[in-house]
Nanobody, 117 residues
Framework: QLQAVESGGGLVQSGGSLRLSCTAHSSYAIGWFRQAPGKKREEISCIEINSASTKYADSVKGRFTISRDNAKKMVYLQMDSLKPEDTASYYC??????????????WGQGTQVTVSS
């Protein structure tokens, strides 16, 4: 079954950085999502199959950078200037294209990011 696997979360101080990794199929666009307690899951970034295009939510634009290495079947989310409001469980998922809201396969367990003030 198609499933992306996330890793790299942890506890970091406000202003710090983390890099999340996602093991994903190279034939799909990959979206990064996050879900904070009591809130809906939101998509924060996406990268097309050939890395030609990337998208970011306004809340992370300028602080987060998505990239991928198709040879390694990996997608990364570099998170800089972290804020306490970035605290959430982070997930990646396969998509046909970034503009689509359809997710292929199942959600993984996610990776927890906690930013202390």
């Amino acid at each position: 079954q198609l499933q992306a696997v996330e890793s790299g979360g942890g506890l970091v101080q406000s202003g710090g950085s983390l890099r999340l990794s996602c093991t994903a199929h190279s034939s799909y666009a990959i979206g990064w999502f996050r879900q904070a307690p009591g809130k809906k899951r939101e998509e924060i970034s996406c990268i097309e199959i050939n890395s030609a295009s990337t998208k970011y939510a306004d809340s992370v634009k300028g602080r987060f950078t998505i990239s991928r290495d198709n040879a390694k079947k990996m997608v990364y989310l570099q998170m800089d200037s972290l804020k306490p409001e970035d605290t959430a469980s982070y997930y990646c998922a396969h998509k046909a294209v970034c503009d689509s809201s359809t997710i292929f396969g199942s959600w993984g367990q996610g990776t927890q990011v906690t930013v202390s003030s």
